[in-house]
């Protein structure tokens, strides 16, 4: 590694300590766009990457709540607004209890790539609390909700920042915490993205980012002479990324074989069909049971728990030719990589954010693995979200058609943004680079335009 890489990581860890998701995600970026900095010392003289490893603000607060039997709780919310450059603040919350200021700056940190990939006017952010929506009622769900708005409404907008949805903010999340934002400030506004269809939402967005997914590695089998028709898919996780991301699989005549949960995964070599996967959907999405119960229910398939302790995911040694990691970040290490090259893996393409550990990207790309990176190859939800805006802004509604025509369109441009960065720079098939380099350039540019903000 140069010493200019090592020396900014450096600094940026002294300046944020324990906060390793942050420092892989900034490490990733400053590595891919050296080659780009020494070509153009503008951006070195503008101080445009630190800049960027700078959020523009970070709001962090208390929300106290009281569960059903009286007791009150208090959590942390935040908000992370890491650029503006490119347009309001955009990007989900995430409710989980392994949420810490260093993960959604990471998170925030990828958004701004992301979004400035979809060609769409959006900046960057991300936000969340430490709540866990498992195991609560509905209607602790909803107190949590209006406690977290309670402090959240200040700090948003239609124009400012436009929040969605991300691990365990969905629907219903989304629906709680819009209501008593109308409430407080009086206003029906596209504030967050993943509203219901029927109050300001848009089609296709809760199935956008899986779909994308699975167009973006259609995408890279294409443009090296493939199809993704016919392939054996596997698919970790079982939330609102994977399961669309198997629907669209079926869709395109794929096999996928595995889902996953935070307790193991399931593998169902006869394929999670379309009737199959309407199931997986019921007992995920609205019973919100635990994906064990799919090998009960249908025969042929197995459960495998997970065991905390092991070095690898055994989800990853699956014989199969392509790959989705929808899950979370870091599930995917190097001996999962090396399983997956051993099993005949041509593609993967990360649906969760940075799911990949960097010693697995690294084997994967220089193995010759068609590779899809989440700021690239998960993007069709947050470009899905600013079709919401765009809708919203226009007091319009858009069919599904439209949507999922301009959903395609979008993912086939950001493919192609990846692609001819990396070629640009002699890269070859470095779509992990490309994307990085792509989304920078814009950013940076609208961040000289814009003088030393
Ligand atoms: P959901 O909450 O709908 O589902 C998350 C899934 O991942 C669940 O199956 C959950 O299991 C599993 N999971 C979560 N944490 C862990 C963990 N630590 N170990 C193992 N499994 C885990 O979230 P989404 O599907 O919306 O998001 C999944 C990923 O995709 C995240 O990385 C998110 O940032 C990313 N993403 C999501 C977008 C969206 O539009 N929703 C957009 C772009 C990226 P369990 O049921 O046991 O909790």
């Not at 992301?114 to 209607?139: E, R, Y």
């Not at 990324?241 to 074989?257: F, I």
């Not at 001996?335 to 084997?363: F, K, S, W, Y």
């Not at 949507?403 to 960065?421: K, P, Q, S």
Request: proline share 4%.
């Amino acid at each position: 590694m140069s010493t200019f890489v090592e020396s900014f990581v450096a600094e940026v860890e002294s300046r944020n300590p324990a906060q390793p998701e942050f420092i892989q995600a900034v490490r990733e970026v400053v590595e891919s766009v050296e080659p780009v900095l020494e070509k153009r010392p503008a951006y070195r003289e503008a101080k445009i990457l630190e800049r960027l490893v700078e959020p523009e603000r970070v709001i962090m607060f208390r929300v106290p709540w009281t569960d059903d039997s009286g007791e009150i709780h208090v959590n942390r919310g935040y908000r992370v607004q890491a650029s503006s450059a490119l347009g309001p603040y955009k990007g989900g919350l995430r409710f989980h209890p392994t949420v810490t200021l260093g993960v959604l700056k990471f998170l925030a940190f990828e958004q701004i790539f992301k979004n400035s990939l979809t060609n769409l006017p959006i900046g960057g952010g991300k936000g969340g609390a430490d709540f866990d929506p498992k195991g609560k009622s509905d209607q602790e769900v909803m107190r949590f909700c209006q406690s977290f708005m309670t402090e959240l409404h200040r700090h948003i907008g239609p124009d400012t920042d436009v929040p969605a949805g991300d691990i365990g903010v969905g629907a219903r999340e989304i629906g709680y915490l819009f209501g008593h934002y109308k409430r407080l400030r009086n206003e029906f506004t596209g504030v967050l993205t993943g509203k219901g269809v029927d109050w300001g939402g848009s089609l296709i967005r809760t199935e956008a980012t899986g779909y994308g997914a699975v167009c973006f590695a259609a995408e890279m089998l294409e443009a090296s002479g493939d199809t993704i028709a016919g392939k054996t898919c596997v698919v970790s996780g079982s939330g609102n990324v994977a399961l669309h991301a198997v629907e669209e699989l079926n869709r395109l005549g794929a096999k996928p074989v595995t889902l996953s949960d935070s307790s193991g995964f399931i593998h169902d070599p006869g394929g999670i069909t379309e009737d199959k996967l309407a199931w997986a959907k019921d007992l995920k999405l609205k019973k919100r049971g635990r994906i064990e119960e799919y090998a009960v229910r249908f025969s042929g398939a197995t459960y495998h728990a997970a065991d905390r302790g092991a070095d690898h995911n055994p989800l990853w040694s699956v014989e199969a030719q392509c790959a989705f990691p929808c899950a979370t970040q870091n599930e995917l290490n190097e001996i999962d990589a090396q399983n997956l090259i051993e099993g005949g893996c041509r593609a993967v393409a990360e649906g969760a954010n940075m799911p990949c550990t960097p010693g697995a990207v690294h084997l994967l790309v220089e193995s010759g693995v068609l590779f899809g990176p989440g700021k690239a190859a998960n993007a069709g939800g947050v470009a899905v979200s600013a079709l919401e805006m765009a809708q919203n802004s226009q007091r319009l509604s858009w069919t599904r058609e439209e949507v999922e025509e301009r959903l395609r369109a979008i993912m086939r441009g950001i493919f192609r943004r990846c692609a001819d960065a990396a070629e640009a720079h002699g890269l070859g098939r470095n779509y992990a680079a490309g994307a990085n380099i792509a989304g920078f350039v814009k950013v940076a540019d609208a961040m000289l335009d814009q003088g030393h903000v």
